[in-house]
């Protein structure tokens, strides 16, 4: 059974920092897109960053790039998000995703309805 479940969400002043932990199993982690979307209240779930296995490539939102920083450790089947320079405009509830068909990263951010699998979500919340 494939599961992720996400971690490392809380309450932050702008300019902080968060990492966000996303711990799968039930699946070979180096072979699935896996990436990190949010989701504010009365908004689109959007894509944040995503990696993609098979074209190998990395994709940031604008809103994110420069900032923040996704990265897979493999052996333990783990998918993080670094947080710098937070913003309120960052604020939202964060899921990680995977997929085991791959496709470039800026797709898998574009299209969060193709991702198979999600764990829960985690809540940041950025004070001004």
């Known amino acids: 059974e494939v599961q992720l479940q996400a971690s490392g969400g809380g309450l932050v002043q702008a300019g902080g920092s968060l990492r966000l932990s996303c711990r799968t199993s039930g699946f070979i982690f180096d072979d699935y897109d896996i990436g990190w979307f949010r989701q504010a209240p009365g908004k689109e779930r959007e894509g944040v960053s995503c990696?993609?296995?098979?074209?190998?490539?990395?994709y940031y939102a604008d809103s994110v790039k420069g900032r923040f920083t996704i990265s897979r450790d493999s052996a333990k089947n783990t998918l993080y998000l670094q947080m710098n320079s937070l913003s309120p405009e960052d604020s939202a509830v964060y899921y990680c995703a995977a997929d085991a068909i791959s496709y470039t990263g800026e797709y898998r951010c574009a299209h969060p309805g193709g991702m198979d699998y999600w764990g829960k979500g985690t809540q940041v919340t950025v004070s001004s």
């Open positions: 990696h993609s296995a098979g074209v190998g490539d990395t």
